[in-house]
């Protein structure tokens, strides 16, 4: 059962409460027993069923148990074809992409706050300066 094959059609086939499929990381899930069971609530499982679960599963950093529950919910493979979606967070690709994107933005708030405070920082300077002269 474990070892079965699925196109990605298959899988949309399973979006309902009870009949449900996640695919995670290519692999495909039986959740429907599950669903009830879930801490995260069913909302959430209801919202990817069917479809790749991949980024919905890892953004939520779920614990060990929650992977080997996970595992006792494996009915097979996904079997992707021309013109399916692609595969979700493609562990290289995007894990790549969001540290560079999000790395980039911390630099560009690092240099705005360095450059304020260093135009803060000679403002006053200045008026210090002019005061100075004034009292002189
Ligand atoms: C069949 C697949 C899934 C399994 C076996 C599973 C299992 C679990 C488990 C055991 C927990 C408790 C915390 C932990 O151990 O990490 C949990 C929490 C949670 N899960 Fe899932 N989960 C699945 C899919 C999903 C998906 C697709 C989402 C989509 C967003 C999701 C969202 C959450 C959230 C938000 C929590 C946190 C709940 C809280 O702490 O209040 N889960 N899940």
Known sequence: ???????????????????????????????????????????VLLDVGGQDATEAFEDVGHSDEARETLEQLLVGTLKRQPGDPAPKAAPAASASASTSSSGGLGGALYAVVLIGGLAAFGAYQYLQAQQAAQEA
């Open 1 to 43: 059962m474990a070892d079965k094959v699925f196109t990605y059609s298959d899988v949309a086939e399973h979006n309902t409460k009870k009949d449900l499929f996640l695919v995670i990381h290519d692999k495909v899930y039986d959740s429907t027993k599950f669903i009830d069971e879930h801490p995260g609530g069913e909302e």
